[in-house]
């Protein structure tokens, strides 16, 4: 028995490499399939270009196959998921193929309005749509069984992965990187070298889908703030925060008088907009609608505070003969209002930093154009 434990456990260290050097021949190829940008025909030619990236379509079916399993099995055990959640998630891995391979991924190089409703897509509405329906359950549940108890297991149990983990699912860090990864690919070098070149570009919507993807995987953190989930101010800051960064950067956009972006075709270019103007509508992507997205979601985000708060005051009146518990349970106005008035000044301290930053990116923004340009 034990020389039967041996040698699993020497065969398992050599199986881990042969994965891991699988996949990197799978980014590798899926990098060398990407390739230089090549000179697109203009027109509705495009509409029948695709872009190959087998990487990206692995991974969606591989995310869509272990979902329709999970919900399958949670059927059969009479647990099925609320109306509309597959539909949301399903639509979120379809746009996430509509943005890396279909006909949109290659008028992205031709013109800078689709190639920012493409960052939109992958950096907000698709994670939005797939982690607004909770799917980390079903997704778990559809995995093989060796997979969940293996591989998975064995990262759970990892003490650096989760310290790395732990250090990414915090609010400041979640925001901080959504907005550095947003800035960052809006910036003229940035932007030109994810256009000229493929390879480049992939990295750039793989970078903003991952920073989507943490972005609003902490945003809908299933878990109540009394049983271990992150609170809901810190979540409104960060919502509110993104879409005063959008509104900003994106009515500089829309405002500059001059071209930015020197990797796009000369010339007329999609809908036969200017350089200018084409330009000028991706930053309208930022500040109408991108932005308008975040604050609507700001409304999801109250009625699932409302019902975090209903959760943990009905745990409170089941647990008795507790000090704690008690103190949960306001009889009065004064004890209701001791008790909130220190969540409500946290609250009110970080919707003050909002402000703050909108008035040093319009600064920026401003002395950047005024002398930059």
Not at 24 to 43: E, F, N, Q, T, W
Not at 54 to 72: I, K, M, T
Not at 238 to 254: D, K, R, Y
């Amino acid at each position: 028995m034990g020389r039967m434990r041996r040698g699993a456990a020497r065969r398992g260290p050599g199986l881990s490499g042969r994965r891991v050097r699988l996949g990197l021949l799978l980014g590798m190829a899926g990098l060398a399939l990407a390739g230089p940008a090549a000179a697109l025909p203009p027109g509705p030619a495009l509409l029948g270009r695709w872009v190959p990236d087998p990487l990206s379509v692995l991974a969606v079916a591989a995310l869509a196959w272990a979902y329709l399993r999970g919900a399958v099995r949670a059927y059969r055990r009479r647990v099925p998921p609320a109306d509309g959640r597959p539909i949301a998630f399903l639509l979120g891995l379809f746009l996430i193929l509509l943005a890396m391979v279909s006909p949109v991924a290659a008028l992205a190089r031709e013109s800078a309005f689709v190639h920012q409703l493409q960052d939109a897509a992958l950096r907000v509405v698709a994670p939005l749509l797939i982690f607004a329906s909770r799917p980390q359950r079903l997704v778990f549940w559809g995995l093989p069984k060796r997979l969940r108890r293996g591989a998975f297991a064995a990262l759970w149990r990892d003490a650096r992965l989760n310290r790395w983990g732990r250090a990414l699912a915090r609010p400041l860090v979640a925001g901080a990187l959504n907005i550095a990864v947003f800035l960052v690919w809006l910036l003229p070098p940035m932007q030109d070298a994810a256009v000229a070149s493929g390879a480049v570009g992939w990295l750039a919507r793989l970078s903003q889908l991952g920073a989507g993807c943490l972005f609003f995987g902490l945003l809908f953190d299933a878990r109540d703030p009394d049983r271990g989930g992150t609170r809901y101010g810190p979540r409104v800051v960060m919502l509110i925060t993104s879409a005063l960064v959008m509104v900003v950067t994106g009515v500089a956009l829309t405002m500059k008088p001059v071209e930015f972006y020197a990797a796009y075709p000369p010339g007329p270019r999609l809908l036969g907009f200017s350089p200018v103007d084409d330009e000028a509508t991706g930053g309208f992507v930022d500040w109408a609608w991108v932005s308008l997205i975040y604050l609507l979601t700001i409304v999801l985000v109250f009625f699932r505070w409302n019902a975090a708060e209903q959760r943990a005051y009905a745990r409170a009146q089941q647990r008795r003969g507790s000090n704690s518990a008690a103190l949960q349970l306001p009889e009065t106005a004064e004890e209701l209002w001791l008790l909130v008035t220190p969540k409500n000044r946290r609250v009110g301290l970080g919707l003050a930093i909002i402000p703050a930053v909108m008035m040093s990116l319009a600064i920026a923004i401003v002395v950047t154009l005024h002398y930059g340009v």
